[in-house]
């Protein structure tokens, strides 16, 4: 199996705050109270795991974060504070959602290439950026394979660079490998660290998975139940993402405190 070996995640790291989410609540319908008082600073180059009951309001703050949905109060604000030419644009936001939602009709580079399509990009300059992010994801060779020839994995590697095509500064994950195998998804998890190394994006990633949350992330937001809010964030320490790494004490110690806080 693959490794990524990032010496010092931390440094990946930067002080900038890239969005702040501001005392967030959503109410549904008048009457679904699907978040209340969320509050959380996001640093760009963070790797942030957001763990948490069923209906805890996740995919809502992603929605709200990505402007597909307003929040009833509060507010997520993309101010950066130390440079106006950083700031965070909602068009730099990528998304990647449990299911690839890939077209079957389209070979994996139109998939691919789709969103720079949309924008009016000519054929030519989207192909060579779509073919730089398919090698990215591992899938040269593949470009003119329809969706229905490729694996689980390999689909999500499709929707991840559909992701990544338009160079995002901030990917959001919603659950992204939640439907596959563990082989397929501990490949993910290199493959997806390797390119977060490289590329320098902050990651908001949800999942239900704790383990996943503590081998990927920086910090780890755990969400108490409906009405959801942040209860508690642990900083995970630095350390080598690699095979090892899983079975250290560190690593099921940070699992047993993430799993607990879940409990509360
Ligand atoms: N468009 C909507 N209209 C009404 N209620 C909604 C809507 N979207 C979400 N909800 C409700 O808001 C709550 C939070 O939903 P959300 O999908 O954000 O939770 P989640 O933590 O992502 O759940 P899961 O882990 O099951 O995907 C749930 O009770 C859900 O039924």
């Known amino acids: 199996m693959e490794t990524a070996q990032l010496a010092n995640p931390k440094e990946h790291t930067k002080e900038n705050v890239l969005l702040q989410i501001k005392n967030v609540s959503k109410i549904y319908n008048g009457d679904i109270v699907a978040l209340t008082d969320m509050n959380l600073d996001v640093k760009e180059g963070e790797f942030i795991s957001f763990v948490g009951p069923s209906g805890c309001g996740k995919s809502t703050i992603f929605k709200i974060i990505a402007g597909l949905s307003e929040p009833t109060t509060g507010s997520v604000e993309l101010t950066n504070q130390t440079s106006k030419q950083e700031e965070l644009d909602r068009t730099e936001i990528g998304f990647v959602f449990q299911h690839a939602t890939l077209l079957p009709w389209k070979s994996v580079l139109d998939n691919i290439t789709l969103p720079l399509e949309l924008k009016g990009v000519s054929k030519k300059k989207r192909y060579i950026q779509g073919r730089e992010v398919l090698e990215m994801v591992g899938l040269k060779g ?20 559909r992701a990544l095509v338009a160079k995002p500064k901030l990917l959001l994950m919603d659950e992204p490998f939640g439907a596959l195998d563990e082989i397929t998804r501990q490949n993910l998890h290199y493959e997806l660290l390797k390119i977060w190394e490289k590329t320098n994006m902050t990651v908001l990633f949800i999942t239900h998975n704790v383990f996943e949350s503590v081998f990927l992330s920086t910090k780890i937001a755990v969400m108490s139940a409906r009405p959801g809010r942040i209860s508690h964030t642990f900083d995970v320490p630095e350390y080598e993402r690699n095979e090892q790494f899983r079975s250290t004490p560190e690593f099921s110690q940070l699992i047993g405190k993430v799993s607990k806080e879940l409990e509360h």
């Open 142 to 161: 593949y470009e003119k394979a329809l969706p229905r020839q490729l694996s689980g994995g390999m689909q999500m590697r499709v929707s991840i660079a």
